[in-house]
Each structure stands twice: as structure tokens, then as C-alpha cells.
């Protein structure tokens, strides 16, 4: 019954930017910590960023800090992803993830067994 959508992939070019976004239902959305990973085919899925429920903490990858920002609106149960200065190494799809409500954790998690719910995903392709 929980469902995440993700929407705003696309193509794009080398320093270009892109913002993803993920709507959830079927759930309360502003008690899980919400997180995007990405996939190369042929590779393992890839942390990339997550947000917090309540105090809002964030997590990045060494490869994106700086360059991608993560940020959440829970009236409208959406978690964004904006991506700046886009590289072609950045070209994957993007998947959405929840956790359900647990331990309160300073910090986001990093893993994939961490979250419960995936979205379907959704291509991002940055042309060099």
C-alpha cells in the first residue's frame, strides 16, 4: 500500500543541473527517513543522499557533496533531490527509499538494508 513516486529525471548535459522529486503515500511521511540511491546498469546501487525525520539531518555521498542537496516538504509528503554541476559519471537511475519509524539516529543511513519501501526509479542521463 506504501507507494513512492519519483518524477524530474531526463537528459541533460555536463554542468547542467536537475532536480528529482519523490511523493509518498500510504504512509506518515514525516516520521520516515527518506533517501536516494542510484544504479549504473551492471553495477551495484549506490548510496547518494537521505534526510531525517524530525531534526532534518542529512547524509551525502563523497562523490556529490557539495554538488547535490537534499531537502524535504512534509505537507506535501515529497523529498527532493537537487543535483548542480552535473557530470556524466552521474548518469544512473535514481531511486527513492523510506524507512519506517525506528531508533532516532543523528545521521540518515547509508545502506540499502536499511529502508523499507523503493520507488520504481527514474533515468537521469548527463551527455558530456
Known amino acids: 500500500q506504501v507507494q513512492l513516486v519519483e518524477s524530474g529525471g531526463g537528459l541533460t548535459q555536463a554542468g547542467d543541473s536537475l532536480t528529482l522529486s519523490c511523493t509518498a503515500s500510504g504512509g506518515a511521511f514525516s516520521l520516515w527517513t527518506m533517501g536516494w540511491f542510484r544504479q549504473i546498469p551492471g553495477e551495484e546501487r549506490e548510496f547518494v543522499a537521505a534526510?531525517?525525520?524530525?531534526?532534518?539531518?542529512?547524509a551525502y555521498a563523497d562523490s556529490v557533496k557539495g554538488r547535490f542537496a537534499v531537502s524535504r516538504d512534509d505537507a506535501k509528503n515529497t523529498v527532493y533531490l537537487r543535483m548542480n554541476s552535473l557530470v556524466h559519471q552521474d548518469t544512473a537511475v535514481y531511486y527513492c527509499?523510506?524507512?519506517?519509524?525506528?531508533?532516532?539516529?543523528?545521521?540518515?543511513?547509508?545502506?540499502?538494508?536499511?529502508?523499507?519501501?523503493w520507488g520504481q526509479g527514474t533515468q537521469v542521463t548527463v551527455s558530456s
Open positions: 534526510i531525517s525525520w524530525g531534526t532534518g539531518s542529512t
Open positions: 527509499a523510506a524507512r519506517r519509524p525506528g531508533v532516532h539516529m543523528a545521521v540518515p543511513p547509508r545502506t540499502e538494508r536499511a529502508y523499507n519501501y
